[in-house]
């Protein structure tokens, strides 16, 4: 309840007024009752009166600009402004608030994302190693050292064969170039292994003394030779050939029924040699005993770049 004091336009002296301000609602419409007591100093008697406003007085009664009729009174109106720390919070709760504003765009469902994390991991340093055995790397039957080829296995195919061996390969100058005790630890870690010093039942238990692989190298070059012996047995037969079949010339030491065999000149063969078909069988004898004598050439030469490589190891 607020209780206004209402100054009225006449005072009697020596009357004191006493206003009290209620509430009354009068037909819907708010009216305010003022009690008045008037005290007479002479009489010292309290009267009191109740005045009703007029309700068509409260109803036409307006104000200025910059007032408000409250309890029938005219009342200023004051703003009050907002405290300097009061605008500061406001301030800074609007810059904290985040952005509302969606972007209407929607993202193409059936196109993969682009922003995808970085999936790279950070390159690990790893810690310097001096010893031997962090400077030695293996990787299909080939030893290394620091990433350098030291031995190993070398596929080759030799000549006149057509189907793959396993052959050698060594870096010379670098396994000079190791300590004695690094030669040593490869030795006996690495080449002592059964993938390059193996053995079998046909070679001694010792691969230092005969290895499978020197057996291989040994068996190729036995084959080659055989064969390269039955292209020159069988050139030596027909090399007469020729001039047999021209002329009818029979080598000494030789007879005719032998000169058909080697000829294929018999009638019951079922075709006879000509000049150009003993001449084919001749150059592909020369072909093939070239090609054997390579083989031979290259199986020795791994079969050396083997023991070579051991005894390097072994100083």
Known sequence: MKILTIIGSYIKTHIITT???GT????????????????????NKVNTEIKEPNKQEVENKTCEDGYELVDNECMEIKQEEPKENETNNENTTNTNKPNTNTSTTKPNNNK???NKPNTTKPQETKPTCND?????????????????????????QPSGYGYDVDGWQYNSSLIQSLSK???????????????????????????????????????????????????????????????YIQNGTIPEGYDKNTMDGNCHQRDTDTFKWTVEDVQHNLNEDARLTKLHTKSINEC????????????????
Do not use: W
């Open 24 to 43: 009354v609602v009068v037909g819907g419409t708010i009216a305010t009752p003022i009690i008045v007591n008037n005290i007479n100093d002479n009489q």
């Open 300 to 315: 020795k030469s791994h079969k050396q770049a083997y023991q070579t490589t051991r005894s390097l190891l072994q100083k």
């Open 112 to 114: 993969p994302s682009t």
């Open 19 to 21: 206003a009290v301000v």
């Open 132 to 156: 031997i055995s962090c400077k030695i790397t293996e990787s299909n039957r080939v030893v290394y050292y620091e990433g350098k080829m030291l031995f190993g296995i070398k596929v080759f």
């Open 181 to 243: 005790e690094e030669r040593n630890y490869i030795f006996n870690n690495y080449f002592k292994k059964e993938t390059y010093c193996d053995t079998n039942h046909r070679t001694s238990t010792n691969c230092l003394v005969y290895s499978a692989f020197e057996e291989r190298m040994d068996d190729l070059n036995k084959g080659s030779k055989d064969e390269i012996y039955q292209y020159s047995q069988n050139t030596k037969y027909i090399t007469s050939c020729i001039a």
